[in-house]
């Protein structure tokens, strides 16, 4: 099961604006799993993991694979890729919540498409950078 979060990304960084987003995110795992080593790591490995959170840093970058809001996939069930709100981020979430079957029904009942204030909402690259920078020191 995979959590993705979005962060919309403009040209407010100017021609760098991939490496300046690759650079936020690992510096966000790294901060992420120096804050929290007992249940986060950047080890790929599944076998190595030890039960841990997987804060994957590197499917930011050319070439990677991600799955897109709404898709449906190749399993029993069809379960579909769900956008969520950070409210909805328990022990009782997991990947086959969401269906085909139900799909519809949660987004009516939501009213509004969670994706969207991704699309409104424009970070300040350049101070998340300096600040994640900052609390790596």
Known sequence: MGKKVRVRADDAVGPNMIAAMQHATSANARLVTDQHPDIA??????????????????????????????SVRPSPKAPVSMPIEWDEINGKLHNSNFTIANALKRMEKLGQDPVLPVLDIKPNLVGVLERLNERLK
């Open 41 to 70: 790591t950047t080890t790929r490995a599944i076998s190595k993991r030890a039960g841990k959170v997987y804060v994957d840093a590197f499917q930011n970058r050319a070439g990677q694979l991600m799955v897109a809001p709404y």
